[in-house]
């Protein structure tokens, strides 16, 4: 397979922070006496951005007390520090690969635009990406406009792009787009959630990934 760029989900596609993430929105909702949710119901908002993804969970809360959760969940999240031991096996052979084939690589996710700058620099990843966009500097997956901004920066076309992720909002997203998919197994939602959007592939490590990206 051979695209002029590539776009990434973060969370449970490059680094495995799915498990940080689901106890971190659940000491929120304990800290705003609110209903604690099966862990289930937290992994399928992964992707989403906060505030929806707090509404999804909690229908009928304020504007207000999302702000409020929002400072509780930052409070959780960043008490740990993601760094490289939470990649998953394989991203930077992925990452240096695609780079020295010359694809041009994006990341694309739900997560806050000073949650990720933090996260590429403690990660060391920041290096390998020409372009980002996050949720709050955007709409949320799985609208296009993510994907659509992207191939503007990158100047690529919908059939130039590729999409990786582990949700059904990526999926979504992508399929929306116009662009090509690949789903990955071992993130926040099971491949199977995935196969609705058609993607391409379903795969179950990055290295799997990388025997069908890297030339």
Excluded at 144 to 160: A, C, G, T
Aim: aromatic share 8%; charged share 25%.
């Amino acid at each position: 397979m051979k695209y002029k760029a590539i776009a990434f989900d973060w969370d449970g596609t490059l680094v495995n922070s799915v498990s940080h993430i689901v106890q971190s929105m659940k000491y929120a909702a304990e800290k705003m006496a609110f209903d604690l949710l099966p862990d289930a119901n937290i992994r399928n908002i992964i992707g989403l951005g906060m505030g929806e993804a707090i509404r999804t969970l909690y229908s009928d809360i304020s504007d207000a007390d999302i702000d409020v959760f929002k400072m509780h969940y930052k409070k959780a999240f960043f008490a740990t520090e993601v760094g490289p031991k939470q990649l998953f096996p394989g991203v930077n052979n992925l990452l240096k690969g695609l780079s020295e084939d010359g694809v041009r690589l994006a990341v694309a996710t739900g997560k806050s635009r000073n949650g990720l700058d933090i996260a590429l620099q403690t990660t060391g990843l920041k290096s390998y990406f020409d372009v980002e966009r996050c949720a709050d500097e955007t709409k949320s997956k799985p609208h296009p406009l993510m994907l659509f901004q992207i191939m503007s920066v990158l100047n690529v076309k919908p059939d130039e792009l590729l999409m990786v992720g582990d949700t059904d909002f990526d999926m979504h997203m992508a399929q929306r787009a116009g662009v090509d998919r690949i789903g990955v197994s071992f993130g926040a939602q099971p491949g199977s959630r995935l196969e609705k959007y058609k993607p391409l592939e379903i795969v179950d490590s990055l290295d799997e990934l990388r025997a069908l990206l890297v030339v």
